[in-house]
């Protein structure tokens, strides 16, 4: 099985930068793609960005330019570097993990709060 557990997250000022992270704990190796979700309060859950294990991202129009996704497939982690933050990126953060044959795991989440 895949345990996720996320950190990172806090407290920023508009234009300020956090960086989360996503270690994925487990004895065996698994790990297809990660991505990041998050969720406001009162709004539906959104992709904010994905890597599969060879390095290919896509991330949601709202964050290009100022995410960036990366990952270490020895360390099995994902890394969500956010930059120029805004206060409407405020949000729950959640790692998704996909294994190799198919399963997926969420991570516990993490609160980012960006203030004007």
């Known amino acids: 099985q895949v345990q996720l557990v996320e950190s990172g997250g806090g407290l920023v000022q508009a234009g300020g930068s956090l960086r989360l992270s996503c270690a994925a704990s487990?004895?065996?190796?698994?790990?297809?793609?990660m991505a990041w979700y998050r969720q406001a309060p009162g709004k539906q859950r959104e992709l904010v960005a994905g890597?599969?294990?060879?390095?290919?991202?896509n991330y949601a129009d709202s964050v290009k330019g100022r995410f960036t996704i990366s990952r270490d497939n020895a360390k099995n982690t994902v890394y969500l570097q956010m930059n120029s933050l805004k206060p409407e990126d405020t949000a729950v953060y959640y790692c998704?993990?996909?294994?190799?044959?198919?399963?997926?795991?969420w991570g516990q989440g993490t609160q980012v709060t960006v203030s004007s």
């Open positions: 487990g004895t065996i190796f698994s790990i297809n793609a």
């Open positions: 998704k993990v996909w294994s190799v044959v198919g399963n997926d795991y």
């Open positions: 890597i599969t294990r060879g390095g290919s991202t």
